[in-house]
């Protein structure tokens, strides 16, 4: 009896509180290494141990994303050593001096560094902040070191398995010429591999490249949103990075599983990095990288970056004559090998002849001393041409014909071929850490030789400096002065680069991001003191270069634009139309906003001509009817596939029909365009989504506008194009 009395006391009593001892006290060891960030949509658990995050919950999908504990990390850097270049410091190696709870943030302090090479007197603060939506992550990196940081990686966040209770949520990243889409599988079909030298197998995007700072990440069967974003005022060379470890499987599904990775850890690890060269007793102080949940895809996601983008750099090219004109015509009049293609008379009348089609709009190129791609940076007409006179006569005709002329040529870009770069320029070249810069830009036209490549004439990118863009300034506003209503400059895409030039008054990451982006805003504001009219398009990438141009020259392809179009609905790009029959080209740009640039016989010639009669015909159809809608469907609001939907009926093959929403800024009309990629008829029906739309009016290419009502069968032709406007609808 009395034994069962104890068991009895040890099973129901003494074990029970022993238990909930046991569980209390390993309770309180988490606690006492955990500090919890909390709201109603996101839990955040920052270790103290390391100030690395160790848990990343997201509430609406039930979700832990940080899966695989063992890869928890907070930062990297690299500070290069005499003799050894790979110089890491790991911050899960090292210990905070602090980690602090301050209302809805954690600030962790760490002072002094260490790797496997020394000590280094390096200082790092940061901030982990919840905000109701979004995780912010701000830092200071201070170095008292001999030796200058070359990176720094952070944000820092190690162990993601999945987005949502499954591995299928998709990518979207902003593109260069093409939409942006959801179709990067990071959980599933990782898109990397293991390079040389890389501890795993390792995916990543820079910016620029990228043309704005963000990705987006996007559960479609939650219909949740991930954005990752960096919003800094000042602009920096910078990317976004991932690993998948300990590397992709080689099958199907690149992701190992436990039972398969030799028992290493499998997961994520993303990271922000910078490469910001401070030296001893310099600072970086970071921008905001901020993580947030949002309902919907990357077209949501993207909302939040236009807000501060407008914020900091507010656009408005409300008055600006070329981002009204919807075509241009394009020639090169002289070419690199000495080959003339046409004087400035000659090309006078090519532009009358384009006029002929509604084209108000004339780009030239290889106007300048040596034609195109020779000699830059002179830029001063070319005398066989017709020289100074016959280039300014050139631009006042054309000014008093009603048209405006875009001259072409380039910033920082230099032919190391000339005298004068032997002799002076050579100093102002972009060099990288070891004085030198990989040569790659030479494009050539007249001879086989030329256009493969094996005899051209090779440029350099060149820094910013004083002293080049005195050389610039000087000869741009003489251009402006002999009556240029605006630049399309070329190549400023391919100037992000680290700069290591001595001259460069600015950091390597700094110099051709927020240097370039400031030297341009000088140029703008001198040219615009000598012609208020004045605007500029150029061949850029990436969007803080939008308050200064109102076009890109190489950012759509036939039905594809960048998600800047989307994003930034102020700004359009280029389709380049140079075959005689290229009416889906036409039709592209109709379909996303774009402007039609038409360069006959690949810049050669005139729309004039027999083999171009269709084509001219057509291009004049289409730029009466985007005259007529042109608030409408081209310097109005730019929806996507966002606001609409098209149903094509059962026939020959379905995903035929691409659309695209427009909108009226001035009020809530809405439009979609069509394009039938097929050769033959399509029918279909269509819904306007933001609201009930009963009718619409129907446009089409030499046609009279019809009126359709909604959920009534239409037919497009084969290769065809329709607009459909919303109509008007009666007050109540």
């Not at 470890?245 to 690149?254: H, K, L, Q, T, W």
């Not at 009204?324 to 009348?349: C, G, H």
Request: aromatic fraction near 12%; include cysteine; glycine fraction near 8%.
């Amino acid at each position: 009896m009395r034994k069962n009395s104890m068991i009895r006391f040890i099973r129901y009593i003494l074990l029970p509180c022993l238990l909930a001892f046991a569980n209390s006290g390993l309770k309180a060891l988490v606690n006492d290494n955990t500090l919890t960030l909390e709201n109603d949509q996101l839990r955040v658990r920052v270790d103290s141990r390391s100030g690395a995050i160790s848990s990343f919950y997201v509430k609406a999908l039930e979700c832990e994303m940080i899966g695989e504990p063992a890869l928890i990390t907070n930062f990297r850097i690299s500070l290069p050593v005499r003799d050894y270049l790979a110089n890491y410091i790991d911050g899960m190696q090292q210990t905070p001096e602090s980690v602090v709870k301050k209302g809805n943030s954690v600030v962790v302090k760490f002072s002094g560094m260490s790797s496997d090479r020394g000590v280094f007197p390096v200082d790092l603060s940061y901030t982990i902040t919840l905000y109701p939506d979004y995780v912010g992550f701000t830092s200071r990196l201070t170095n008292h070191s001999d030796q200058p940081v070359a990176e720094f990686w952070f944000p820092r966040l190690g162990g993601w398995t999945q987005f949502g209770n499954h591995r299928d949520a998709l990518l979207a990243t902003p593109n260069y010429n093409q939409n942006s889409r959801h179709s990067v599988s990071l959980f599933r079909n990782y898109p990397g591999t293991r390079a040389l030298g890389s501890e795993a197998a390792e995916w990543y995007q820079p910016y620029p490249g990228m043309v704005m700072p963000w990705w987006d990440l996007y559960d479609a069967k939650a219909d949740l949103g991930l954005y990752l974003g960096y919003h800094d005022p000042q602009f920096r060379l910078s990317t976004w990075h991932t690993y998948l470890a300990p590397d992709v499987s080689g099958e199907r599904d690149s992701w190992l599983s436990a039972a398969r990775s030799g028992g290493k850890p499998v997961g994520l690890v993303f990271s922000h990095v910078r490469y910001p060269f401070i030296q001893n007793g310099e600072s970086l102080e970071s921008g905001e990288f901020i993580i947030r949940i949002h309902k919907g895809n990357w077209h949501e996601g993207s909302m939040f970056y236009r807000k501060w983008f407008l914020d900091h750099f507010p656009l408005d090219n409300s008055d600006s004559w070329l981002r009204k004109e919807s075509s241009w015509f394009t020639s090169i009049l002289y070419q690199p090998e000495d080959k003339v293609i046409a004087n400035f008379e000659t090309y006078l009348k090519w532009t009358q002849d384009a006029r002929k089609s509604g084209i108000r709009c004339f780009e030239l190129i290889g106007w300048n001393n040596g034609g195109l791609e020779r000699n830059y940076p002179m830029y001063t007409p070319e005398e066989k041409l017709g020289g100074k006179a016959g280039f300014r006569d050139l631009l006042q005709t054309i000014e008093k014909e009603g048209g405006k002329c875009l001259v072409f040529n380039n910033y920082n870009i230099l032919d190391q071929n000339t005298d004068w770069y032997r002799s002076e320029l050579y100093k102002y070249q972009q060099q990288d850490q070891f004085g030198k810069q990989g040569i790659w830009m030479g494009w050539g036209e007249s001879t086989l030789l030329a256009r493969s490549s094996m005899s051209v004439r090779y440029h350099v990118r060149s820094s910013i400096t004083p002293e080049l863009e005195k050389i610039l300034a000087d000869q741009f506003l003489e251009l402006v002065r002999d009556g240029a209503d605006g630049f399309q400059i070329d190549k400023l895409c391919v100037a992000a680069a680290l700069d290591f030039n001595p001259l460069s008054p600015m950091k390597p990451d700094l110099a051709l991001c927020q240097g370039l982006v400031d030297a341009i805003g000088r140029l703008y504001d001198q040219c615009r003191a000598l012609n208020p009219n004045f605007r500029m398009a150029s061949e850029f990438g990436y969007d803080r270069l939008l308050p200064y141009f109102d076009v890109s020259y190489r950012c759509s392809s036939r039905n594809e634009i960048s998600a800047l179009r989307y994003v930034f609905p102020e700004w359009t790009s280029c389709n380049h139309i140079s075959t005689p029959r290229d009416f889906m080209g036409v039709n592209g740009a109709v379909l996303t906003g774009a402007v039609i640039v038409v360069e006959p016989e690949s810049y050669q010639g005139s729309l004039d001509q027999p083999v171009y009669q269709d084509l001219a015909n057509y291009i004049k159809e289409i730029n009466r009817i985007r005259g007529d809608l042109a608030p409408l469907i081209f310097t109005g609001k730019y929806y996507d596939d966002q606001g609409a939907t098209l149903r094509e009926l059962p026939g020959n093959s379905l995903n035929n029909l691409i659309f695209k929403v427009h909108g009226n800024t001035a009020n809530t009309q809405k439009a979609i365009v069509v394009v039938n990629r097929a050769a033959t008829p399509v029918e279909y029906t269509w819904t306007f989504t933001h609201s009930k739309v009963s009718k619409a009016l129907l446009y089409s290419p030499f046609h009279a506008p019809v009126e359709v009502l909604s959920g009534q069968t239409v037919k497009i032709a084969g290769d065809g194009l329709h607009i459909l406007a919303e109509m008007p609808r009666k007050p109540l």
